[in-house]
C-alpha cells in the first residue's frame, strides 16, 4: 500500500509538472534568423533564412529556465541580397542545399547568466551541412511578457553568438592578392525571435 500511494504521489507531480509548462510558437513574421562574416577582411556581409519553424516549452511565462527549444531552418531560404552569391551559397562548396537542405537546433541546456538581467547561456546541438555540433548562444530576454491587441502573449529573444563555419564542413575560401581570405572562418548569428504563447 505504501508503495502504491507514493507511485501515485509520483504520477500526480509528473501530471502537474506537465501540466504547468508554458508552450510558445515562433512568429517568423516578426523575427529573424540572421548571420555575418568578414568579407575581404575588411568589411562585414549580412544575411538571414526567410523560412523556419519553431517550438518553445518553458517553466513558466518568464522563465525559461532548462527550457527546450527546437527549430528547423530551410537553407535554402537564405538571402544575402545577392542572387548570384545566394546561390554560390546554396552550392556544394557552402551549404550543398540538394544534399542537406534542412538545418536544426535543439537545446539540451539554457542557464540563467548570472551576469545580465533576463540573460541565459543558452547550448544545443546544431545540425548543418550534415554535421552536428554543440554551440553555445546567449540569450537575451525582454523585460515583459505583452498581451497584443488580439489577446496573444508574445514574449522575444535576442540571440547572439559566433560559431566556425568549417566545423561543419564549410570550407571554401579564396586567398587574397594582399594576403588573407575572402570570407571569414568565423559567422556571428544575430537572431530576433519573437513567441507567441500557445493556447
Same mark, same amino acid.
Given at each position: 500500500m505504501k508503495t502504491t500511494f507514493k507511485t501515485l504521489v509520483a504520477v500526480a507531480a509528473i501530471s502537474l509538472s506537465a501540466k504547468a509548462q508554458t508552450n510558445w510558437n515562433v512568429d517568423a513574421s516578426h523575427s529573424k534568423m540572421g548571420f555575418a562574416v568578414t568579407h575581404m577582411m575588411v568589411s562585414e556581409t549580412e544575411g538571414k533564412f526567410k523560412m523556419y519553424e519553431g517550438k518553445v516549452s518553458s517553466k513558466t511565462e518568464t522563465d525559461f529556465t532548462d527550457a527546450s527549444i527546437d527549430f528547423k531552418i530551410d537553407v535554402n531560404s537564405i538571402n544575402t541580397d545577392d542572387e548570384k552569391r545566394d546561390g554560390h551559397l546554396k552550392s556544394p562548396d557552402f551549404f550543398d542545399v540538394a544534399k542537406f537542405p534542412n538545418m536544426t537546433f535543439k537545446s539540451t541546456s539554457m542557464k540563467a547568466n548570472p551576469k545580465m538581467k533576463n540573460s541565459y547561456i543558452l547550448? @544545443? &546541438?546544431l545540425t548543418m551541412h550534415g554535421v552536428t555540433k554543440i554551440v553555445m548562444l546567449t540569450a537575451i530576454g525582454a523585460s515583459k511578457v505583452v498581451k497584443d491587441p488580439y489577446g496573444m502573449m508574445r514574449y522575444a529573444f535576442k540571440v547572439t553568438g559566433k560559431l566556425n563555419r568549417k566545423d561543419f564542413g564549410l570550407t571554401w575560401n579564396a586567398a587574397? &592578392?594582399? @594576403? @588573407?581570405?575572402a570570407v571569414s572562418e568565423d559567422v556571428r548569428i544575430d537572431c530576433t525571435i519573437e513567441l507567441t504563447k500557445s493556447k
Amino acid at each position: 500500500m505504501k508503495t502504491t500511494f507514493k507511485t501515485l504521489v509520483a504520477v500526480a507531480a509528473i501530471s502537474l509538472s506537465a501540466k504547468a509548462q508554458t508552450n510558445w510558437n515562433v512568429d517568423a513574421s516578426h523575427s529573424k534568423m540572421g548571420f555575418a562574416v568578414t568579407h575581404m577582411m575588411v568589411s562585414e556581409t549580412e544575411g538571414k533564412f526567410k523560412m523556419y519553424e519553431g517550438k518553445v516549452s518553458s517553466k513558466t511565462e518568464t522563465d525559461f529556465t532548462d527550457a527546450s527549444i527546437d527549430f528547423k531552418i530551410d537553407v535554402n531560404s537564405i538571402n544575402t541580397d545577392d542572387e548570384k552569391r545566394d546561390g554560390h551559397l546554396k552550392s556544394p562548396d557552402f551549404f550543398d542545399v540538394a544534399k542537406f537542405p534542412n538545418m536544426t537546433f535543439k537545446s539540451t541546456s539554457m542557464k540563467a547568466n548570472p551576469k545580465m538581467k533576463n540573460s541565459y547561456i543558452l547550448t @544545443g &546541438e546544431l545540425t548543418m551541412h550534415g554535421v552536428t555540433k554543440i554551440v553555445m548562444l546567449t540569450a537575451i530576454g525582454a523585460s515583459k511578457v505583452v498581451k497584443d491587441p488580439y489577446g496573444m502573449m508574445r514574449y522575444a529573444f535576442k540571440v547572439t553568438g559566433k560559431l566556425n563555419r568549417k566545423d561543419f564542413g564549410l570550407t571554401w575560401n579564396a586567398a587574397l &592578392e594582399a @594576403g @588573407g581570405v575572402a570570407v571569414s572562418e568565423d559567422v556571428r548569428i544575430d537572431c530576433t525571435i519573437e513567441l507567441t504563447k500557445s493556447k
